[in-house]
């Protein structure tokens, strides 16, 4: 699929205002940056966990990536902290 140079551009300025707007109002127990400065499409995520849950005080760390046609697909999410889900007996990552 092709898009054009300005539907491109319109997807940088929509990204660029939701990371402004994450670091201008912080939304609780969530973060988010570029993990490259030159890359608006790719992020790192922080989720704390949330208190009275088995995950209180953890810092679970996370890749959103974004395609190129956001918003018309999603981004993909991949966590890279190691998580111990209530279905399972042993740690793993969650992907």
Request: glycine share 6%; aromatic share 16%.
């Amino acid at each position: 699929m092709y898009f054009s140079g300005s539907w491109l551009c319109r997807i940088v300025a929509i990204l660029s205002s939701l990371i402004a707007e994450l670091n201008k109002n912080p939304v609780e127990g969530f973060s988010a940056g570029l993990i490259d400065d030159n890359d608006i499409y790719k992020w790192e995520v922080v989720i704390i966990g949330p208190q009275d849950t088995l995950f209180e005080g953890g810092f679970f760390k996370a890749y959103l990536t974004f395609p190129y046609d956001y918003p018309l697909r999603p981004p993909k999410m991949k966590f890279i902290t190691e998580l111990w889900h209530p279905s399972s007996k042993n740690l793993h990552l969650l992907r």
